[in-house]
C-alpha cells in the first residue's frame, strides 16, 4: 500500500483512513478500537512516552500524529498512564504511527499496545507517511479530520467527510469541564521508583511538621504533576475545574496550583479566572503549567491565541529571560510541551514579567506577577525530559508557601 495514498480510491487491505475536513484522504491500517472519531490533528516529536501522550488529558479532542516511527514496540503498563482512561473523549481520541506495531519488547511491559487502544476505545492507524503529514501539518495548520477502523474496510467517505467537516475545532471550546474530575480528593500518591513502583504521600514530615497545603485546581491534569509537588514537600488536595472561589479557600490552602488541560484557555477562563483573580487580590501564591499559565495571564490582564501548528514534544529549548532570574539569566532547560495554545507576550501589561521564551519560535514559555508570589510555565516540568532541568519550579512553588 503507497504510503502516501490520499484519494477516494481505496488500496486493497485498507482498514482505516483519515479524512480531512478539505477533503484529503488518506489511507492505512487500522489498530486499537473499531470506530470513527473527530478532532485535530497535530503531531508529537517525543521518540518515548506514548503511553503517557495517548493519556495526557491535555490531547483530548485530538488525533495525534507520532513522528518517531516505532510506536508501541515497548507495549504498556499500568505505571506509566497520566490520568484515568476510558472512551476517548477524556484524552486523545486517536493516534497516527507509520510502522505496524510490533510484539512488545520491555521488561516493564504487561500487554501490547494495538489491545490498550481497543480497551479504552481509541482509534490507530498504521502506514501513513507521517514525515508528509507532518509537513503538511507544519505549513497548512493543524486541520480537523475524522479517523476510523473497520476491519472490514467498510468507509463511508462522505459520512465521515461530513462528520469532519461539521465539528467547530477547538477555538472557542471548553474541554476543562469534560475531562476534569467531579470530586475532590486527598492526593495520596508519592514518586515512583524501579521495582518498588509509587509511593505514598505523607501529609508531616519526618519531625512531625505538617508539610504546607497546595489546593491544586484540575483543569485536566496529569497525575505526575501532583506526585511532583508531593515529592517538593506538599500535602495536596484536587478540587474540580468549576470549583468556586469560597469553596478553594474553604480548604485553608497556603497556595494554589492550576493545572494543564485541553482546549481554548479563554473559554474555560470565563470561570476560572474570577477565581485566579479573588485569588490574586487575596496574594495566595499560584504556580500554573500549561493550560494553568494561560489562564494566570489572562487573569493578569494578557490575551492568549491559537497557535499555528502548536508545541508537542519533549526536546523543546526554552531560555530563561528576566531579571528577576540573576545569575541564572540565560540559561536554556530541555522542556516537554504540549499545547496549541499560547499566551501573546505582546499583551503582558505592566506587572508581568515574561520569564521563559521558547528558542524555537520565541513565543511566551513563562510568566511572573510582580508583587506577588504568582508565576506559571507553559511547558511541562513534571515529565523529566532534561530529566531534571525544570524540577526547581516545584521546589519554588513549595518554597513559597513557608
Known amino acids: 500500500?503507497?504510503?502516501?495514498?490520499?484519494?477516494?480510491?481505496?488500496?486493497?487491505?485498507?482498514?482505516?483512513?483519515?479524512?480531512?475536513?478539505?477533503?484529503?484522504?488518506?489511507?492505512?491500517?487500522?489498530?486499537?478500537?473499531?470506530?470513527?472519531?473527530?478532532?485535530?490533528?497535530?503531531?508529537?516529536?517525543?521518540?518515548?512516552?506514548?503511553?503517557?501522550?495517548?493519556?495526557?488529558?491535555?490531547?483530548?479532542?485530538?488525533?495525534?500524529?507520532?513522528?518517531?516511527?516505532?510506536?508501541?514496540?515497548?507495549?504498556?503498563?499500568?505505571?506509566?498512564?497520566?490520568?484515568?482512561?476510558?472512551?476517548?473523549?477524556?484524552?486523545?481520541?486517536?493516534?497516527?504511527?507509520?510502522?505496524?506495531i510490533t510484539?512488545?519488547?520491555?521488561?516493564?511491559?504487561?500487554?501490547?499496545?494495538?489491545?490498550?487502544?481497543?480497551?479504552?476505545?481509541?482509534?490507530?492507524?498504521?502506514?501513513?507517511?507521517?514525515?508528509?503529514?507532518?509537513?503538511?501539518?507544519?505549513?497548512?495548520?493543524?486541520?480537523?479530520?475524522?479517523?476510523?477502523?473497520?476491519?472490514?474496510?467498510?468507509?463511508?467517505?462522505?459520512?465521515?467527510?461530513?462528520?469532519?467537516?461539521?465539528?467547530?475545532?477547538?477555538?472557542?471550546?471548553?474541554?476543562?469541564?469534560?475531562?476534569?474530575?467531579?470530586?475532590?480528593?486527598?492526593?495520596?500518591?508519592?514518586?515512583?521508583?524501579?521495582?518498588?513502583?509509587?509511593?505514598?504521600?505523607?501529609?508531616?514530615?519526618?519531625?512531625?511538621?505538617?508539610?504546607?497545603?497546595?489546593?491544586?485546581?484540575?483543569?485536566?491534569?496529569?497525575?505526575?504533576?501532583?506526585?511532583?509537588?508531593?515529592?517538593?514537600?506538599?500535602r495536596v488536595t484536587v478540587v474540580p475545574a468549576r470549583t468556586s472561589l469560597e469553596d478553594v479557600l474553604a480548604h485553608e490552602p497556603d497556595g494554589v496550583f492550576l493545572s494543564n488541560g485541553p482546549g481554548d484557555p479563554a473559554a474555560t477562563g470565563e470561570y476560572a479566572v474570577p477565581v485566579i483573580k479573588g485569588l490574586l487580590e487575596r496574594d495566595v501564591p499560584i504556580f500554573g503549567i500549561c493550560l494553568g499559565h494561560q489562564m494566570l495571564a489572562l487573569a493578569a490582564g494578557a490575551k492568549t491565541v491559537k497557535m499555528h501548528q502548536g508545541h508537542r514534544g519533549a526536546n523543546h529549548p526554552v531560555q530563561r529571560v528576566g531579571e528577576s532570574w540573576g545569575e541564572t539569566q540565560g540559561l536554556v532547560e530541555i522542556t516537554s510541551m504540549n499545547h496549541g495554545f499560547a499566551v501573546d507576550g505582546d499583551t503582558l501589561p505592566d506587572g508581568v514579567e515574561q520569564t521563559h521564551v521558547s528558542l524555537f519560535d520565541g513565543s511566551n514559555c513563562g510568566i511572573a506577577i510582580s508583587g506577588k508570589k504568582a508565576f506559571g510555565v507553559q511547558y511541562h516540568p513534571e515529565a523529566s525530559p532534561g530529566p531534571q532541568d525544570s524540577f526547581y519550579l516545584f521546589e519554588k512553588f513549595v518554597g513559597m508557601l513557608g
Open 1 to 100: 500500500m503507497a504510503r502516501t495514498a490520499s484519494s477516494r480510491a481505496q488500496p486493497a487491505g485498507a482498514t482505516g483512513v483519515l479524512v480531512m475536513a478539505d477533503g484529503t484522504i488518506l489511507w492505512g491500517h487500522g489498530i486499537g478500537a473499531v470506530g470513527s472519531a473527530v478532532g485535530e490533528v497535530c503531531f508529537n516529536t517525543a521518540m518515548t512516552g506514548y503511553q503517557e501522550v495517548m493519556t495526557d488529558p491535555s490531547y483530548a479532542a485530538q488525533i495525534v500524529t507520532f513522528t518517531f516511527p516505532h510506536i508501541g514496540n515497548v507495549g504498556v503498563n499500568d505505571e506509566d498512564v497520566e490520568s484515568a482512561v476510558g472512551s476517548g473523549v477524556d484524552s486523545a481520541v486517536g493516534c497516527i504511527v507509520r510502522e505496524a
Open 103 to 234: 510484539p512488545a519488547s520491555n521488561f516493564r511491559s504487561g500487554g501490547e499496545f494495538g489491545e490498550w487502544l481497543a480497551k479504552h476505545g481509541k482509534i490507530g492507524l498504521s502506514g501513513i507517511d507521517t514525515r508528509a503529514l507532518t509537513r503538511r501539518i507544519r505549513t497548512g495548520g493543524a486541520p480537523n479530520a475524522v479517523i476510523a477502523h473497520d476491519p472490514h474496510g467498510n468507509f463511508d467517505l462522505d459520512a465521515l467527510l461530513g462528520m469532519a467537516q461539521d465539528w467547530p475545532g477547538l477555538e472557542g471550546m471548553d474541554l476543562a469541564r469534560i475531562v476534569s474530575r467531579e470530586k475532590q480528593e486527598q492526593w495520596g500518591g508519592g514518586s515512583w521508583t524501579l521495582g518498588k513502583g509509587y509511593g505514598r504521600a505523607a501529609w508531616a514530615d519526618e519531625c512531625g511538621k505538617t508539610k504546607p497545603h497546595v489546593v491544586a485546581i484540575d483543569y485536566g491534569s496529569k497525575d505526575n504533576i501532583f506526585r511532583n509537588l508531593v515529592k517538593a514537600g506538599a
